[in-house]
């Protein structure tokens, strides 16, 4: 059987293949909107050349008047409805600036009282640590205490076990 030839890939036919996939994109990408703004200006040519220039005398006030069926729902006609909104209307520059500063305050003091109770807890918490930590110490103390003990009791059983092995090997004892 014949196997077949493995595709080779030259460095070359590489960046010849990437800088036609980067021209394409950019085609792609830019060519849409460019062919519109061309479509627009060869209208706009046509256009000029076949209509006259226009000459309107437009006035601002026709464009901003309302429809007669709609002058009900004006700005004015909704104040007058709704007591609340005539009410915050009246209040003066003075008053609106201090209930701004009477809310300010009252957040301010929700926060501070928030800090203080996290302030707490975080105290509460360290001095819970603390306590299990000396705890830990004074059982980390017994420990260590028996363990030197443990150590010392071993010491002296060696001192004693030689001594005995020793007394043994007088009488005429041997190893096997």
């Not at 010849?16 to 980067?22: D, E, F, I």
Request: net charge negative; with cysteine.
């Amino acid at each position: 059987m014949a196997q077949p030839t493995p595709i080779s890939c030259t460095p070359g036919l590489l960046k010849l293949l990437l800088v036609l996939l980067a021209m394409a994109l950019a085609v792609y990408i830019v060519g849409p909107p460019l062919f519109w703004q061309f479509r627009e200006g060869l209208t706009l040519v046509k256009q000029a050349a076949t209509c006259s220039p226009c000459e309107c005398d437009c006035t601002l006030e026709a464009g901003l008047s309302i429809p007669p069926g709609l002058s009900n729902l004006s700005f004015a006609d909704c104040e007058k409805l709704d007591p609340q909104f005539r009410h915050d209307m009246e209040k003066n520059y003075t008053d609106l600036l201090s209930e701004e500063l009477r809310l300010q305050q009252t957040v301010a003091e929700e926060n501070r009282e928030h800090s203080v109770m996290t302030i707490l807890d975080a105290k509460r918490l360290a001095s819970q640590y603390q306590k299990e930590a000396e705890k830990c110490n004074a059982g980390m103390e017994t420990c260590e205490g028996a363990r030197e003990r443990a150590e010392a009791s071993l010491i002296a059983e060696k001192k004693v076990t030689a001594q005995w092995e020793q007394r043994a090997r007088q009488m005429g004892w041997k190893d096997k």
